[in-house]
Protein backbone atom coordinates (compact mmCIF):
# COMPACT_ATOMS: atom_id res chain seq x y z
CA UNK A 1 0.00 0.00 0.00
CA UNK A 2 1.24 3.71 -0.67
CA UNK A 3 3.33 4.78 2.24
CA UNK A 4 3.11 8.54 1.66
CA UNK A 5 -0.50 10.64 1.31
CA UNK A 6 -0.33 14.21 -0.03
CA UNK A 7 -2.50 17.27 0.21
CA UNK A 8 -3.91 18.78 -1.87
CA UNK A 9 -4.12 16.61 -4.56
CA UNK A 10 -3.83 19.71 -6.75
CA UNK A 11 -3.35 23.49 -6.10
CA UNK A 12 -3.20 26.67 -8.44
CA UNK A 13 -1.53 29.79 -7.29
CA UNK A 14 -0.07 33.01 -9.12
CA UNK A 15 3.38 33.60 -9.92
CA UNK A 16 5.11 35.15 -7.17
CA UNK A 17 3.35 33.54 -4.42
CA UNK A 18 4.54 30.43 -2.20
CA UNK A 19 3.38 27.11 -2.51
CA UNK A 20 2.57 24.38 0.34
CA UNK A 21 2.37 21.01 0.22
CA UNK A 22 2.30 18.34 2.84
CA UNK A 23 3.31 14.70 3.22
CA UNK A 24 1.91 11.96 5.59
CA UNK A 25 3.96 8.44 6.05
CA UNK A 26 2.86 5.53 8.07
CA UNK A 27 6.51 3.84 9.22
CA UNK A 28 9.95 4.69 10.46
CA UNK A 29 12.40 6.03 8.02
CA UNK A 30 15.35 6.55 7.12
CA UNK A 31 14.76 9.72 5.27
CA UNK A 32 12.34 11.43 3.39
CA UNK A 33 12.75 12.59 -0.46
CA UNK A 34 10.86 15.21 -2.12
CA UNK A 35 10.94 14.75 -6.11
CA UNK A 36 9.45 17.06 -8.87
CA UNK A 37 8.07 15.54 -12.04
CA UNK A 38 7.33 17.75 -15.27
CA UNK A 39 4.65 16.43 -17.45
CA UNK A 40 5.53 13.45 -19.73
CA UNK A 41 8.92 13.17 -18.18
CA UNK A 42 10.63 11.40 -15.34
CA UNK A 43 10.96 12.17 -11.60
CA UNK A 44 14.05 14.36 -10.74
CA UNK A 45 15.37 14.65 -6.68
CA UNK A 46 14.68 17.79 -5.24
CA UNK A 47 15.75 17.68 -1.35
CA UNK A 48 16.48 15.21 1.13
CA UNK A 49 15.84 15.34 4.90
CA UNK A 50 16.82 12.55 7.51
CA UNK A 51 14.89 11.02 10.31
CA UNK A 52 16.88 13.35 12.87
CA UNK A 53 16.24 16.65 10.76
CA UNK A 54 13.80 19.05 11.23
CA UNK A 55 14.20 21.22 8.55
CA UNK A 56 16.18 22.00 5.34
CA UNK A 57 16.97 24.65 2.79
CA UNK A 58 17.88 24.23 -0.48
CA UNK A 59 17.77 28.24 -2.93
CA UNK A 60 13.60 28.87 -3.18
CA UNK A 61 12.95 25.08 -1.41
CA UNK A 62 11.94 24.88 2.18
CA UNK A 63 11.10 20.99 3.71
CA UNK A 64 10.09 20.51 7.33
CA UNK A 65 10.13 17.01 9.13
CA UNK A 66 7.81 16.16 11.74
CA UNK A 67 8.78 12.51 12.94
CA UNK A 68 5.95 12.29 16.00
CA UNK A 69 3.27 13.20 13.72
CA UNK A 70 4.67 10.81 10.61
CA UNK A 71 4.54 14.24 8.03
CA UNK A 72 6.56 16.58 6.15
CA UNK A 73 5.84 19.71 4.29
CA UNK A 74 7.25 21.46 1.00
CA UNK A 75 7.33 25.15 0.69
CA UNK A 76 8.17 26.61 -3.06
CA UNK A 77 8.55 30.38 -2.28
CA UNK A 78 8.30 33.20 -4.80
CA UNK A 79 7.11 30.83 -7.08
CA UNK A 80 7.55 30.81 -10.98
CA UNK A 81 5.03 29.64 -14.06
CA UNK A 82 8.40 26.87 -14.72
CA UNK A 83 7.45 25.44 -11.09
CA UNK A 84 4.44 24.07 -12.86
CA UNK A 85 5.06 20.12 -12.25
CA UNK A 86 3.53 17.60 -10.10
CA UNK A 87 5.62 17.03 -6.73
CA UNK A 88 6.20 13.38 -4.64
CA UNK A 89 7.73 12.67 -1.46
CA UNK A 90 9.11 9.41 -0.97
CA UNK A 91 10.47 7.72 2.28
CA UNK A 92 12.86 5.67 2.63
CA UNK A 93 12.03 2.98 5.81
CA UNK A 94 14.26 2.16 8.48
CA UNK A 95 16.06 -1.02 7.66
CA UNK A 96 15.23 -0.60 3.83
CA UNK A 97 17.87 0.20 0.87
CA UNK A 98 18.22 2.88 -1.24
CA UNK A 99 17.14 1.09 -4.07
CA UNK A 100 13.47 0.63 -1.98
CA UNK A 101 11.25 4.00 -2.08
CA UNK A 102 7.96 4.19 -1.22
CA UNK A 103 6.08 7.34 -3.10
CA UNK A 104 3.67 9.26 -2.35
CA UNK A 105 0.29 10.42 -4.29
CA UNK A 106 1.61 13.21 -5.34
CA UNK A 107 0.32 17.25 -5.60
CA UNK A 108 -0.30 18.73 -8.95
CA UNK A 109 0.78 22.66 -8.73
CA UNK A 110 -0.01 25.22 -11.24
CA UNK A 111 1.48 28.21 -11.59
CA UNK A 112 0.44 31.14 -13.38
CA UNK A 113 1.19 33.96 -14.65
CA UNK B 1 27.37 10.42 -19.22
CA UNK B 2 23.78 9.68 -20.59
CA UNK B 3 22.08 9.01 -17.30
CA UNK B 4 19.11 6.77 -16.95
CA UNK B 5 17.93 5.32 -20.61
CA UNK B 6 14.94 3.60 -21.46
CA UNK B 7 13.69 2.01 -24.24
CA UNK B 8 11.01 1.76 -25.82
CA UNK B 9 9.64 5.44 -25.19
CA UNK B 10 5.96 3.93 -26.36
CA UNK B 11 4.88 0.46 -26.76
CA UNK B 12 1.14 -1.31 -27.71
CA UNK B 13 0.81 -4.54 -26.48
CA UNK B 14 -1.89 -6.77 -27.35
CA UNK B 15 -3.34 -9.20 -24.31
CA UNK B 16 -1.24 -12.28 -23.49
CA UNK B 17 2.03 -10.90 -25.45
CA UNK B 18 5.19 -10.66 -24.25
CA UNK B 19 8.00 -7.87 -23.97
CA UNK B 20 11.06 -6.86 -22.45
CA UNK B 21 11.32 -3.15 -21.14
CA UNK B 22 15.07 -1.77 -21.46
CA UNK B 23 16.77 0.15 -18.29
CA UNK B 24 20.68 0.65 -18.76
CA UNK B 25 22.59 3.46 -16.78
CA UNK B 26 26.53 4.18 -17.40
CA UNK B 27 26.94 6.20 -14.14
CA UNK B 28 28.42 2.52 -12.55
CA UNK B 29 25.22 2.90 -9.80
CA UNK B 30 25.14 -0.34 -7.96
CA UNK B 31 21.57 -0.07 -7.05
CA UNK B 32 18.39 -0.11 -9.62
CA UNK B 33 14.65 0.18 -9.27
CA UNK B 34 11.42 -0.59 -11.69
CA UNK B 35 8.39 1.53 -10.68
CA UNK B 36 4.99 1.72 -12.47
CA UNK B 37 3.06 5.28 -12.42
CA UNK B 38 -1.15 4.66 -12.72
CA UNK B 39 -3.20 7.99 -12.50
CA UNK B 40 -3.78 9.08 -8.96
CA UNK B 41 -1.45 6.62 -7.48
CA UNK B 42 2.32 7.66 -7.45
CA UNK B 43 4.74 5.44 -8.03
CA UNK B 44 4.58 1.50 -7.03
CA UNK B 45 7.89 -0.33 -6.34
CA UNK B 46 7.90 -3.12 -9.20
CA UNK B 47 11.16 -4.91 -8.41
CA UNK B 48 14.94 -3.75 -7.40
CA UNK B 49 17.92 -4.91 -7.20
CA UNK B 50 21.22 -3.94 -5.21
CA UNK B 51 23.89 -5.29 -7.39
CA UNK B 52 24.46 -7.73 -10.45
CA UNK B 53 23.09 -11.07 -9.55
CA UNK B 54 20.72 -9.70 -6.47
CA UNK B 55 17.19 -9.39 -7.00
CA UNK B 56 14.13 -8.66 -4.41
CA UNK B 57 10.44 -8.13 -5.11
CA UNK B 58 8.93 -4.70 -4.22
CA UNK B 59 5.15 -3.85 -3.67
CA UNK B 60 3.74 -5.03 -7.17
CA UNK B 61 5.71 -7.61 -8.40
CA UNK B 62 2.95 -10.12 -10.08
CA UNK B 63 3.24 -10.61 -13.85
CA UNK B 64 7.10 -9.45 -13.82
CA UNK B 65 10.56 -10.95 -14.17
CA UNK B 66 13.98 -9.11 -13.74
CA UNK B 67 17.48 -10.26 -14.11
CA UNK B 68 20.63 -8.27 -12.69
CA UNK B 69 23.33 -9.63 -15.11
CA UNK B 70 25.35 -6.35 -15.57
CA UNK B 71 25.94 -3.17 -13.35
CA UNK B 72 24.63 -1.74 -16.28
CA UNK B 73 21.38 -2.97 -17.06
CA UNK B 74 18.44 -3.92 -15.38
CA UNK B 75 15.64 -5.09 -18.14
CA UNK B 76 12.06 -6.00 -16.93
CA UNK B 77 10.17 -8.52 -18.45
CA UNK B 78 6.42 -8.32 -18.90
CA UNK B 79 5.65 -12.37 -19.23
CA UNK B 80 2.01 -12.41 -20.60
CA UNK B 81 0.40 -8.75 -20.65
CA UNK B 82 -2.38 -7.87 -19.63
CA UNK B 83 -4.79 -4.61 -19.06
CA UNK B 84 -3.95 -3.87 -15.87
CA UNK B 85 -0.60 -3.72 -16.70
CA UNK B 86 -1.11 -0.42 -18.47
CA UNK B 87 0.84 2.68 -17.25
CA UNK B 88 4.08 4.16 -17.17
CA UNK B 89 7.44 2.48 -16.07
CA UNK B 90 10.16 3.92 -14.66
CA UNK B 91 13.59 2.97 -14.24
CA UNK B 92 15.68 4.59 -11.35
CA UNK B 93 19.24 4.32 -10.00
CA UNK B 94 21.60 4.77 -6.86
CA UNK B 95 25.15 4.96 -6.70
CA UNK B 96 26.52 2.69 -4.05
CA UNK B 97 26.21 4.79 -0.40
CA UNK B 98 23.72 7.06 -2.14
CA UNK B 99 20.49 7.89 -1.09
CA UNK B 100 18.69 9.78 -3.40
CA UNK B 101 16.97 7.80 -7.20
CA UNK B 102 18.30 9.17 -10.80
CA UNK B 103 14.94 7.94 -12.98
CA UNK B 104 14.72 6.88 -16.58
CA UNK B 105 12.31 8.82 -19.03
CA UNK B 106 9.97 6.21 -18.93
CA UNK B 107 8.03 3.53 -21.21
CA UNK B 108 4.53 4.18 -21.65
CA UNK B 109 2.80 0.79 -22.23
CA UNK B 110 -0.49 0.39 -23.28
CA UNK B 111 -2.06 -3.35 -23.32
CA UNK B 112 -5.30 -3.91 -25.20
Known sequence: ??????????????????????????????NLQWYRQNSGRGLVHLILIRSNEREKHSGRLRVTLDTSKKSS????????????ASYFCATSQSGGTASKLTFGTGTRLQVTL | NAGVTQTPKFQVLKTGQSMTLQCAQDMNHEYMSWYRQDPGMGLRLIHYSVGAGITDQGEVPN????????????????????PSQTSVYFCASTQTGGETQYFGPGTRLLVL
Not at chain 1, 77 to 84: E, G, I, K, L, P
Not at chain 2, 63 to 81: K, Q
Open chain 1, 1 to 30: SQQGEEDPQALSIQEGENATMNCSYKTSIN
Open chain 2, 63 to 82: GYNVSRSTTEDFPLRLLSAA
Open chain 1, 73 to 84: SLLITASRAADT
